[in-house]
């Protein structure tokens, strides 16, 4: 008998999936929160230089969630499907499009001083930032490795062992913050290169415990070495190269229209930045947050459509929209308890900063709101139904087409300052929550794969 959905079972067979998920993402993304909190004591430039070098590596952080996304779109089906062989073998192509991927991003962040000259003008700011990038750029492979490997086990439910691990990474990002950006013992004050060093040390720890746990306990869904050579051949990738591609395009096309934000606040002063980076920084891990909850709908769509049950993929898409609502409303309020009182913690920000914050609060309220509504129905509905390329036309069009522009035309037309970027940022998710919810409702998105 196929399984049906009401919001309360949508409700019940999601939050077992999107809680944990929700928390490991969230752990993930608040390791560049610790760097900017403790480096916030330091000076706002160190702030400014975490943001900014923050917004470059989300650019290699979305291509790797693009490949793991693709990994877990195809995963859940496979599994809906009961096809463990399939899975093996997506196994394989994983790992060796990890490496591929991996490499490239490696060696794009090794040579960061023209991308971090975009985002701003001041030579300080550039020399840090750059310096940032350059030692976190090793970190790339094992970035790329955890999150293709937990999305993988994710997509068979296997969710809380990952939570453990991802908790003993964000401890050790936070023990190795504080012995090395402001010393301990014989180890001297590093600032914010002593982050950078803290941030790749704890990514590799965390890599080197999924595998060993996925290794010991759901060893068979690990590809042996034969696998991953014969994954070389073009029909083997063919599958998840089909839904890797668009993603991974739609990422990068994101992630740079992002930082284009970025790099117009700080074109427009370094104190702007410091201000824009910590709403950024807020803004990244409510996302992850809400990235969790997408998922956990992401895999319950992806098993009902290997298990080709359409109806109750119709269902969940329409209840993920309330609970998708439910969600952002609770971040939002979240942000609206917290930031008033981080002034205890952003020592190096004065009067004029916070000043800045309060105006920015209200739109970020509404900005969290429709984030989660777009990030619930983009992710864990449209893409996780294979609708990869309407996705892509989507956020290219709103972005480049609408945000950015807009964005240009308050800052270098009108002379406006960070308030109007973050308009022309609620514009944009405006526009993609309508088409996206649109889309949904005329039924046009779903794509069979397994």
């Known amino acids: 008998m196929k399984n049906t959905y009401t919001l309360r079972t949508t409700l019940i067979k999601s939050l077992p999936i999107a809680i944990p998920v929700a928390l490991q993402t969230l752990l993930v993304a608040s390791r560049q929160l610790v760097d900017v909190t403790m480096l916030a004591q330091l000076s706002p430039q160190d702030v400014a230089a975490a943001g900014l070098a923050a917004r470059i590596f989300n650019i290699a952080t979305i291509v790797s969630i693009g490949l793991a996304t693709a990994v877990g779109i195809l995963g859940a089906q496979y599994f809906g499907a009961s096809n463990k062989d399939k899975l093996r073998q997506l ?190 920084t807020i803004e990244m891990t409510a996302n992850f947050v809400i990235m969790g909850f997408a998922m956990g709908i992401a895999v319950l769509i992806g098993n009902a459509i290997g298990n080709k049950n359409a109806e109750a993929v119709r269902q969940l898409s329409r209840y993920s929209t309330y609970i ?41 309220v509404f900005f969290l709101i429709l984030k989660a509504l777009t990030i619930t129905l983009i992710c864990g509905v449209l893409r996780a139904a294979g609708d990869v390329n309407y996705c892509l036309k989507q956020d290219t069009w709103c972005l480049w087409g609408v945000g950015l522009p807009l964005a240009f035309f308050f800052t270098f037309v009108l002379g406006l300052g960070v308030y109007w970027v973050l308009v022309a940022m609620l514009i944009e998710e405006i526009l993609k929550t309508l088409f996206s919810y649109l889309r949904i409702q005329r039924g046009r998105y779903l794509v069979e794969l397994a």
């Open 324 to 364: 998708a609502f439910g969600v952002g409303v609770m971040t939002a309020l979240v942000v609206v308890i917290g930031l008033p009182h981080s002034q205890s913690v952003f020592t190096s920000f004065n009067a004029q900063h916070f000043e800045r914050l309060n105006q920015i609060l209200p739109l970020l």
């Open 91 to 280: 196994s394989g192509s994983s790992a060796l499009l990890t490496v591929l991927i991996s490499f490239v991003l490696t060696l794009a962040l090794s040579f960061p001083r023209l991308i971090v000259q975009l985002g701003s003008s001041d030579p300080q700011l550039i020399a840090a930032t750059s310096e940032y990038l350059q030692i976190v750029a090793i970190s790339s492979l094992a970035m790329t490795t955890t999150l293709c490997v937990s999305t993988l086990l994710r997509s068979i439910h296997v969710i809380t062992p990952i939570l453990f691990i991802a908790a003993i990474g964000f401890a050790t990002n936070i023990i190795l913050n504080k012995i090395l950006i402001f010393g301990f013992a014989s180890f001297p004050a590093m600032g914010l290169k002593g982050a950078a060093i803290a941030t790749t040390l704890s990514t590799f720890v965390e890599m080197l415990l999924v595998l060993a746990y996925t290794h010991k306990r759901h060893g068979w869904i690990l590809a042996t070495w034969s696998m991953i050579k014969s994954s070389c051949q073009l029909s083997t990738l063919a599958p998840i190269g089909k839904l890797a591609l668009p993603i991974v395009i739609n990422s990068v096309v994101f992630s740079a229209g992002v930082f284009g934000y970025h790099a117009m606040v700080g074109k427009i002063s370094t104190d702007d930045l410091a201000v824009f980076s910590l709403v950024s």
